[in-house]
């Protein structure tokens, strides 16, 4: 069987250049007589690797001087408990924006730690727009101010929408579609973002951090915990997930070789662009979400009959594009296109699309 | 350039037969159509790799059922806070023995938490023997006993000189030696181990926790550092290290497949036998550690001389030997001798060894 078009919501899609190179790398790294996974983490040539995937990473986001790149674990999830725990001051105060799940997931962690404002929210339309901002709402006494870039599960994004929060730091949830536009990470205090979509295997976490901000963190927190430990030690304190650089760098190599993100940023448009205008141009077929706010990472789509949703489904896996069930909140079908997805994917389904209008009339 | 022989402490050496699976799986699992890396963990494909690899785990190393084994991310280093924050009752007292750099990291963060009985200590000697226990010294009201079953950089051992606890619960840090030697689970309250020696690639730690200890769990710290939340998700609250979880179950299997945890003890005993039988007929290289304690895992020696260590380290490195450094503390050499590292290893070590003493006399 050949490889199939993984729409998965992530893990997800890997460019398969970098499989490949992984898979002839496995048994003997550039010679080194062994797997990358089998090398000390303070060896030379994990060093070089390690240090490689920060360094291509920092140019291929144009990430400022004053920003430190640390590679952890535990996912967006544990970032949810770290970042008040180590953002918080005295005055333990919070805006959130709720654009969706990651949105409200964490805010309920947040609010262990501190008060939480709710500058808005469009739980009440199942997350189906990002809602309008009013500045009026803000409090500018705030720790800092919680947004989600891309909502995985609903299919909204923000772009250059992004709040106007004045002194206070904009901290981001980029787990879902990092990497996949150009982005002014001056703008941002802190962004934080799971590998398991744009840029390889579970288990890494990436968060940027503005410099300035690690002045908060407090003493009397966990070691494991503060950002403070592992920017000292330079993402090494203890053994980090090693084979997760590793693939994360050959995935930022390989966004560097396409032209970088901007490059990057354009295919995902093209891409997006062909699902969508076959939705908009469909009887069948309709979308979820405020066409201002489209994701152009995570498409969803309905039909309205949940029998011809799940026929969908099942017919598309038997042709080779998987992973398309939507997230029972929202139900239907869900294509997450990150930028490992071949344009070819976007193309296939497409033309499974019409095929099945046509069929199922 | 041929694999070489790698005597990393850790990440380190995996079977090569794990690997040979691994590069011919990566771009397509099974039939799959994708790589396990590319797989959403909620998917039917990969909850069948994550409970075979738990189920297997299970089987060879004999884990009764009512104990829950949790696949999480963070290393041991993250449990030295997880244990006592959701370990401690309302009496926050934990016995501790000092065996080494570990213990001593695993005590330190503990004192965060609580107030740390070290029962006994062997730090005055830097770390050269497992010391006698008084039980006298123990604490019968302690919330837990923490020792560490193999000191990494020193290279002691416990095996059958368990502390004798009576209903304290016994938590024991694992990492650098599970499943190189039978043990029985049933004396443990919790043992925990990152993967990165004997189990698979780093970035995956392994909790296995007796039930009961799952009531102590309080409501108030973080969601992701209960062990609670991980349990009642079967390692899936969020998405865990996937592929590090795929990797652990085919060293499981590949255990399971060499005649379990007892034959793998075998060969490790051979494999130090030949090691510590060379040290001990060398009038060049000495051990470091009382013999009554020695490690089968890692093997520190020296020749009494700065220059002629780091000259074997760079011959040996040239002969296909790597990662024999000392760790800083011990000086000399560290032959760390994992489950995977074959006996041809520890045969072409002492060749080496014995060449190098006549040639250097």
Not at 202 to 211: C, M, P, Q
Request: charged share 20%.
């Amino acid at each position: 069987m050949e490889r199939v078009y993984n729409f998965s919501a992530g893990p997800s899609v890997m460019p398969e250049a970098v499989l490949k190179t992984a898979a002839a790398d496995m048994l003997n790294y550039k010679g080194s007589g062994m797997s990358v996974m089998e090398m000390s983490h303070r060896s030379k040539v994990f060093i070089e690797i390690a240090d490689n995937t920060a360094a291509t990473l920092r140019e291929i986001m144009n990430i400022p001087a004053n920003y430190k790149i640390l590679f952890l674990q535990g996912g967006a999830s544990l970032q949810f408990a770290m970042i008040p725990m180590n953002l918080l001051t005295a005055k333990k105060k919070i805006d959130l924006l709720d654009t969706g799940h990651w949105s409200a997931a964490a805010l309920k962690e947040a609010k262990r730690f501190a008060a939480v404002n709710v500058v808005a929210s469009s739980k009440d339309t199942t997350y189906d727009h990002i809602p309008a901002l009013d500045p009026s709402k803000f409090d500018p006494d705030a720790d800092y101010f919680h947004i989600t870039s891309n909502n995985t599960i609903y299919g909204t994004r923000m772009t250059d929408n992004w709040p106007n929060v004045g002194n206070v730091p904009l901290v981001c949830d980029m787990s879902s579609n990092i990497l996949s536009e150009v982005y002014d990470i001056s703008k941002f205090g802190l962004i934080y973002a799971g590998a398991q979509k744009n840029m390889g295997p579970a288990g890494l976490t990436v968060v940027i951090i503005r410099e300035d901000l690690l002045e908060r963190t407090p003493e009397d927190i966990p070691t494991m915990m503060k950002y403070t430990t592992h920017v000292a030690a330079d993402s090494m304190y203890n053994t980090p997930p090693t084979y997760g650089i590793y693939l994360a760098g050959l995935v930022f190599q390989w966004i560097k070789d396409l032209g970088g993100v901007a490059a990057v940023q354009k295919m995902n448009e093209e891409k997006a662009q062909i699902l969508y205008d076959a939705i908009d141009n469909s009887a069948m077929f309709k979308g979820t979400v405020a066409k201002k706010d489209r994701s152009l990472m995570n498409i969803p789509f309905i039909t309205g009959s949940e029998e011809l949703d799940n026929k969908f489904v099942k017919e598309a896996e038997k042709a080779g594009m998987v992973n398309l069930k939507g997230y029972r909140t929202v139900g239907g079908m869900r294509a997450s296109m990150y930028n490992a997805l071949p344009i070819e994917g976007a193309k296939a389904l497409v033309d499974f699309m019409k095929k099945f209008e046509v069929e199922n009339k």
